[in-house]
């Protein structure tokens, strides 16, 4: 039997690497201080879980008394080490928004009374499929039934962002506990509603799911389950996938993508400057760089070569003459005309229009597999020219000025 939860399939969409430490080689993390984000959310949750325990057992709470609590599980749990990432915020102000949470939830939902709580931080556990021994696991924030049957899967948010109702509707997380839910309580279990609260925001998100819906939800997550088991033990069969969530995994250094990083970036400057790979990597971007602007100088080059070519032709017919000599080099201008035909890319009506009438016409065989230039070639030998087709051709035809110009060496210098 192998057990999975939405966070263990989320993880391998995310990032098979990071799913082969976690729970292949399941590598031991070092202990590292708590990130405030989840120590807040937790105090939340505790916080809430109370106020509905307190509701199961038939006293509804005060609003000071839940406050009274978050502070309480709030104190009771901090460690000095918590680290706080966002700019400007402190403890105190986690404290305060924490108490706003709580407090405009109580507020919105008092007197608690729009549904039975069946159970807090309720276990879901359930034969995903049964046969291939793959079961469901996953804890519901709150479990609750209404009078007229509908159930509520209820789960507390305090994201810093608030997702759009498409984001729950497309989120597999609660519908997976639904899927549960109608399997654990099949002849009780009709209608559930799956409820977000963010708690930052004061709003709620509900969202219901089909049995189609369910069913491709559980047919998606044994397709990824199955791709998971069938890469067996080996970690190169599980890539890496590079996003910017690395900059939060906790394997960063002993993962491909981040080790190099993880380890110059504790190097002292002098050891990280000779640090054979930054060295390398470092050459290869000068040379890049002096590259790009090779290639900025050539562009400015050739923008004064295309003047020059210009006023050469100018001058020339001016001067009329063919060859005009420099010191060394001398220059030939020899006006001709080059035959054209509508482009894709610059005339896309007349192409298409051609293209038209050459596809209805019995000529199509010859020209179907020919661009401009095969056109440009048949047009140019009358005489191999079907006159029908020459009289279509004739219709698109035009001429161009093609003066080119080139340098070559004068002979003697
Ligand atoms: S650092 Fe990035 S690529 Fe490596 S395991 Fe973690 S999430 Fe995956």
Redesign the pocket.
């Known amino acids: 039997m192998t057990t999975f939860s939405h966070s263990r399939i989320e993880t391998f969409r995310r990032?098979p690497?990071?799913y082969y430490?976690r729970y292949v080689a399941r590598v031991k993390l070092p202990e590292v201080p708590e990130q405030i984000a989840t120590f807040f959310g937790s105090r939340c949750h505790d916080a809430l879980e109370w106020l509905y325990d307190r509701v199961m057992k038939g006293a509804v709470p005060t609003r000071k008394q839940v406050l009274a609590e978050f502070n309480r599980v709030w104190d009771d749990n901090w460690l000095d080490d918590i680290v706080i990432r966002e700019d400007g915020m402190t403890p105190k102000r986690y404290r305060t928004l924490g108490e706003k949470c709580v407090g405009d939830y109580y507020d919105a939902h008092h007197p608690f009374d729009d549904s039975t709580t069946i159970g807090l931080e309720k276990q879901v556990r359930f034969p995903l499929d049964a046969d291939a021994g793959i079961t469901m696991m996953g804890y519901i924030d709150r479990l609750a039934k209404e009078a007229d049957g509908t159930w509520h899967i209820h789960d507390y948010k305090t994201n810093k962002g608030l997702p759009t109702q498409a984001d729950k509707d497309a989120d597999p997380q609660l519908a997976y506990y639904e899927i549960g839910l109608r399997q654990m309580w099949p002849d009780s279990v009709n209608r559930v509603e799956l409820h977000w609260h963010f708690l930052r925001f004061g709003e709620t998100i509900t969202s219901t799911r089909t049995p189609e819906q369910l069913e491709e939800l559980r047919h998606d997550a044994l397709t990824t389950i199955g791709d998971a088991l069938g890469r067996g033990k080996d970690e190169d069969a599980f890539e890496?996938?590079?996003?910017p969530?690395?900059n939060y995994?906790d394997?960063?250094s002993i993962?491909p993508?981040?080790k190099h990083e993880v380890t110059v970036n504790g190097l002292p400057a002098n050891r990280y400057r000779n640090e054979p790979g930054v060295k390398l990597v470092n050459r290869w971007a000068e040379l890049k760089a002096a590259k790009a602007e090779l290639a900025e100088q050539e562009a400015a080059i050739d923008v004064e070569i295309g003047e020059i070519q210009e006023a050469l032709v100018e001058y020339a017919d001016a001067e009329n003459v063919s060859v005009v000599v420099g010191d060394e080099y001398e220059a030939t201008i020899k006006h001709d005309e080059k035959t054209m035909f509508p482009r894709k890319g610059y005339e896309p009506e007349e192409h298409a229009e051609l293209e038209r009438r050459l596809v209805e016409s019995p000529f199509w065989d010859r020209v179907s597999s020919m661009d401009a230039a095969r056109l440009r070639t048949l047009w140019k030998q009358p005489e191999a020219l079907d006159p029908k087709l020459r009289k279509l051709l004739k219709q698109f035809v035009w001429s161009e000025d093609d003066t080119k110009s080139s340098l070559r060496r004068r002979r003697g210098h």
């Open positions: 990032c690497r990071q430490y890496p996938i590079e996003t969530l690395c995994c394997y960063q993962c993508v981040k």
